[in-house]
Structure formats: C-alpha cells, structure tokens
C-alpha cells in the first residue's frame, strides 16, 4: 500500500513542508529511513538524524524547526508520537480490512454470519454458529458447533474454538490460540487409573479482550469459565476450567492459572506466575514476575516470591539472602571465638 504525503497530512491534520506528492510504502525508525518510507521524530536526541534520514517523509512537531536544509518531506503535527501512533492504528486497519469468504472452506447449512465477514481459506463453521458483522476469521481457523462471535472480532490463523463458547464484540484471537478445550479434570478409580470427569461447561469471553497467541482457556467442568470485558492475555498463556478473570486485569506470557480461581478487577500479574486453583484474587493486585500464588489475596495487595510475599517485605528480605554467605562467615567467626575463650 502507498500513501502519499497530502494523504497523511490530511489523515493527522498536519501541514506539510515540502512535496505533498512524497509517496511512502513502509515504516521505519528515522536513523533507518529509506527512499520511500515514513519515519517520525519526537525524541530531541534524534535530531541529527532528521538532516541525514533518507525517509521520504517524516512527521515532526509544530515546533520543530530546521537549521539546515532537509531532504525529507516534513509533515508538521501537535505532538509527532502520538500522530505516528494514530497513524500505525489507521495502517493496521487498512492492512487488515478483509472481506469476502476464501475457498476451499466449510461453512455449515445452519450457520449464520453478518455483513463484511471475512472467511480464510480452510475455515470451519460448525452446526449453528453466528458470527456478526465484520468478523474476520483467518485461515485454518476452526468455529465449534454452537459458538457465538460478536461484531468487529478478529480470529487469526490457526484458532480453534470449540463448542458452545460464546465470544463478545471487539475481541482479538490471535494465531494458535484454543478456547474451549477440556479443562484437566480426571478422578482416580480404586485401581489408581485416572477416568476423565466430563466437561460439559463452555468459555465465555466478553467484549474488548485480546488473547495472545498460543494461550489456552479451558471450559468449565460445569457452568462456564468467564473473561470479562476489557482483559488483556498475552501469549502461551494457560487458564484452566472455572476460572473467572475480572474487567480490565491484565496477564503476561507464560503465567497459568489453575481451576476455579476467581480473580479481580485492574489487576497486573507478571510473566511466569503460578496461581494455585479455588482461591479468590482481589481487585487491582499487583503480582510481580515469577511469583508463585498459594492462597486468597486481598485488595491492593503487591506480591513477589514463591510463595509469594509483600512485595516491600520480600525486597528486605532479599537483601539479608544476599548478604546471607556474609552472615555464615560472622557466625563461624564468633563460634570460634566462644570456643576459643570457653
């Protein structure tokens, strides 16, 4: 896609300085920039660049103001950052405006989608699903029987939803992720073999989440696991059956949550962290990286360490596990000292 530079002025209401007709096709950082890309600068330690960028077009501030001539075209704006930001989302958007159903794909006689769907080629809508509008599906996706998807959602390549899972507007799926699977429910028998509990529950995931890739969410054993509005997964993520995550809580890669724990509202749990099923997490807890969680957390709590601890009392505590081979040696040192004179 090319853009000329009358088009992104107009798109961020800048005022351009220089030739209006500049074309770009690409992004790139300003000490990068090429013949035929865009690049921005908001950064003062950057400056320099700006007189040797070969971009064709870069976004500034109003109040930038060259001392020497430029060869790029400048793009003036109230605040060059956030205009590049604005202009990254709008590109996305465009990148990603699909329409149409691929083939070969499989769409059953019962299943209903809205206006602007996009199928991938190799998808699969099972036995009574509806999709609304301006879904986009990508290839290799699979829709289970009786899965709900509201308007604007986005499954890309390789998702897998199961059966019976309902997923709300606005909802972002990315590569690889499953919803739906069994939850890990298994019973031993008086032989001490392991027979699998059925799980008949489903996932409910509500509007605005996004779930990175390869992140599983399992259906309850019964009744449903539950990410409410706003929640924010990233990748290689693993919650379990019953799980229910609250409004605008956000989780980093690689962190698992195990059966029936509820967790609150605004939370903030770190990459790799370990929490312990049936216990309750209170609103806007904050978990740092690599803490392991063993049982209900209050309100407001910080917590780091396994088992985790206050976050205040864990860094005192961590000072003293330094000095700890220091305090052995003091410790010897005055045993032989009592002996000595004992």
């Not at 950082?29 to 870069?58: H, M, Q, R, V």
């Not at 003036?76 to 083939?103: C, H, M, P, W």
């Given at each position: 896609m090319k853009f000329k530079a009358s088009q992104i002025a107009e798109?961020?209401?800048?005022?351009?300085?220089?030739?209006?007709?500049?074309?770009?096709?690409?992004?790139?950082?300003?000490?990068?920039?090429?013949?035929?890309?865009?690049?921005?600068?908001?950064?003062?330690?950057?400056?320099?660049?700006?007189?040797?960028?070969?971009?064709?077009?870069?976004?500034?501030?109003?109040?930038?103001?060259?001392?020497?001539?430029?060869?790029?075209?400048?793009?003036?704006?109230?605040?060059?950052?956030?205009?590049?930001?604005?202009?990254?989302?709008?590109?996305?958007?465009?990148?990603?405006?699909?329409?149409?159903?691929?083939?070969?794909?499989?769409?059953?006689?019962?299943?209903?989608?809205?206006?602007?769907?996009?199928?991938?080629?190799?998808?699969?809508?099972?036995?009574?699903?509806?999709?609304?509008?301006?879904?986009?599906?990508?290839?290799?996706?699979?829709?289970?029987?009786?899965?709900?998807?509201?308007?604007?959602?986005?499954?890309?390549?390789?998702?897998?939803?199961?059966?019976?899972?309902?997923?709300?507007?606005?909802?972002?799926?990315?590569?690889?992720?499953?919803?739906?699977?069994?939850?890990?429910?298994?019973?031993?028998?008086?032989?001490?073999?392991?027979?699998?509990v059925p799980q008949i529950g489903n996932v409910v995931i509500e509007d605005n989440v996004d779930i990175g890739a390869g992140t599983t969410i399992d259906r309850a054993t019964l009744g449903s696991t539950i990410i409410r509005k706003g929640v924010k997964l990233d990748n290689h993520i693993q919650i379990a059956h019953n799980v229910e995550i609250g409004e605008n809580t956000v989780i980093a890669a690689q962190t698992g949550v195990a059966g029936s724990t509820k967790i609150g509202k605004n939370c903030i749990i770190g990459g790799q962290v370990g929490i312990v099923g049936h216990i309750t997490i209170g609103d806007r807890v904050k978990i740092q990286a690599q803490s392991g969680i063993g049982r209900n957390v209050k309100d407001d709590e910080v917590l780091q360490g396994s088992p985790a601890i206050g976050y205040s009392d864990y860094n005192k505590s961590f000072i003293h596990f330094k000095n700890l081979p220091k305090t052995v040696d003091l410790l010897h040192q005055l045993d032989k000292k009592v002996n000595k004179n004992g």
């Open positions: 798109i961020l209401e800048g005022t351009i300085v220089g030739n209006p007709d500049a074309e770009v096709s690409e992004l790139a950082k300003i000490e990068e920039g090429k013949d035929g890309s865009l690049t921005f600068l908001s950064n003062p330690k950057y400056t320099s660049y700006i007189y040797s960028t070969k971009a064709s077009i870069t976004i500034v501030n109003d109040s930038f103001e060259a001392d020497q001539p430029v060869s790029t075209t400048l793009i003036k704006v109230k605040d060059a950052y956030k205009a590049f930001s604005t202009l990254l989302e709008y590109y996305n958007q465009v990148k990603l405006r699909k329409s149409g159903i691929e083939q070969p794909s499989y769409i059953s006689a019962s299943a209903e989608y809205g206006e602007d769907v996009y199928l991938g080629a190799f998808t699969y809508l099972g036995e009574n699903v509806k999709i609304g509008k301006n879904v986009k599906i990508y290839p290799y996706a699979y829709v289970g029987d009786n899965t709900v998807i509201g308007d604007n959602s986005t499954l890309f390549a390789g998702v897998k939803v199961y059966s019976e899972t309902i997923i709300g507007e606005n909802v972002t799926l990315h590569g690889g992720a499953i919803v739906g699977a069994d939850g890990f429910g298994f019973s031993p028998n008086e032989k001490g073999e392991y027979a699998k």
